[in-house]
């Protein structure tokens, strides 16, 4: 009878462990979220690393984002794509091509506007590590998806203690695959072009380009 009552006791330490685990990660979630929303815009210049070592996978580039609200203009991997709010466009300089897509309707697809806020749905979550990158503390918190059906296995959100800002992001595929984020340089408020998510399709055809409408 003791050793039941103290299974019991070990189950419920455990749960409620668990439980104020969660309830730190979402206060720290929510931090970021209201911090990142307080902004008007944000640029980010990143560092992006795919890494698959069974498929002999190791690419790293660099790329940058500007947000605003729903909006976005970023360019990497030698394409630039931007979304006006309702339609995205893709420009490839290399093929000379831009494709125009309405607004994707998935609602699952990480596109780069929600890339600083995707982890608000859909997860589950938990303190993890606390790691010292150069004098700073960045808190990290694991984001395991609910739909069991996801091709992400998990996700740890790296998190400066002190800003409140995304510094890293590591997701990791049910195929081994791991994708990871880190952040050179996170501006904010910046003065930007009235016309900078805007598509001038007039100059794109002057210059050759072939425009592909789906």
């Keep these: 009878m003791k050793k039941i009552f103290l299974l019991f006791a070990l189950v419920l330490l455990s749960n409620s462990t668990f439980a104020q685990n969660s309830e730190k990660a979402k206060a720290l979630l929510d931090d970021v979220y209201n911090k990142v929303k307080s902004y008007d ?3 980010v210049d990143f560092k992006y690393v795919l890494n698959n070592s069974e498929a002999g996978i190791n690419q790293e580039t660099r790329g940058e984002v500007t947000l605003q609200g ?6 990497i991997f030698g394409t630039t794509q931007l979304f006006d709010g309702s339609k995205v466009y893709t420009i490839i300089p290399e093929n000379e091509e831009v494709t125009i897509d309405d607004k994707s309707e998935d609602e699952n697809a990480l596109t780069p506007a929600k890339m600083l806020t995707f982890y608000r749905e859909g997860h589950n979550y938990g303190m993890d590590i606390l ?3 150069n004098g700073r503390k960045i808190q990290y918190v694991k984001l395991t998806p609910i739909d069991t059906n996801s091709e ?5 959100l790296g998190i400066d203690a002190e800003t409140k800002h995304i510094y890293k992001l590591i997701e990791t595929g049910k195929n081994g695959t791991t994708s ?15 016309t900078l998510f805007t598509f001038d399709e007039a ?3 002057n210059d050759g380009y072939y425009i592909v409408r789906n």
């Excluded at 729903?70 to 360019?75: E, F, G, I, T, V």
């Excluded at 992400?152 to 740890?156: A, D, N, P």
Aim: hydrophobic content about 30%.
């Design 41 to 43: 815009n944000i640029y």
């Design 70 to 75: 729903d909006k976005y203009l970023a360019n």
């Design 131 to 133: 790691q010292n990158v």
């Design 152 to 156: 992400i296995k998990t996700i740890l």
């Design 180 to 194: 990871t984020f880190t952040v050179n340089s996170f501006k904010t408020d910046q003065p930007l072009s009235k």
């Design 203 to 205: 100059k794109y055809k």
